[in-house]
């Protein structure tokens, strides 16, 4: 199983960039996926996620709702996020995340509560002017 992250990068306030997590293995496609990022000093906390298999649930923190949107794309076992008008305070290290119930789909809930099965490489997003 492996989770490649790319896309970070720095970016002025009110900018854009997209990150992107390419998922391989046993259960990807029925996993939830999402991203948790880690800001200087803070702990690392549970920023989106879009849900795997039969379902279409998604998760965004309160801080980025209205300005990220989590995508998937099956055919390319890929999960973006696309993260619009950033701020300083987006600045952290980004780290592709994925969870599986075992079952044929799995929630963002599950995903946020339970223990993450496997963890991509982190990619630094800095916003400052």
């Known amino acids: 199983v492996q989770l490649q992250a790319s896309g970070g990068g720095l970016v002025q306030p009110g900018g854009s960039l997209r990150l992107s997590c390419a998922a391989s293995g046993r259960g990807m496609a029925y996993s939830a996926i999402g991203w948790f990022r880690q800001a200087p000093g803070k702990e690392r906390d549970g920023v989106s996620c879009?849900?795997?298999?039969?379902?279409?649930?998604?998760f965004y923190a309160e801080p980025v709702k209205g300005r990220f949107t989590i995508s998937r794309d099956n055919a390319k076992n890929t999960v973006y996020l696309q993260m619009n008008n950033l701020q300083p305070e987006d600045t952290a290290v980004y780290y592709c995340?994925?969870?599986?119930?075992?079952?044929?789909?799995?929630?963002?809930?599950?995903?946020?509560?339970?223990?993450?099965?496997?963890w991509g490489r982190g990619t630094l997003v800095t916003v400052s002017s």
């Open positions: 879009i849900g795997g298999g039969e379902t279409d649930d998604t």
């Open positions: 995340a994925s969870a599986w119930s075992g079952l044929r789909q799995t929630s963002c809930n599950y995903w946020y509560n339970r223990p993450i099965d496997y």
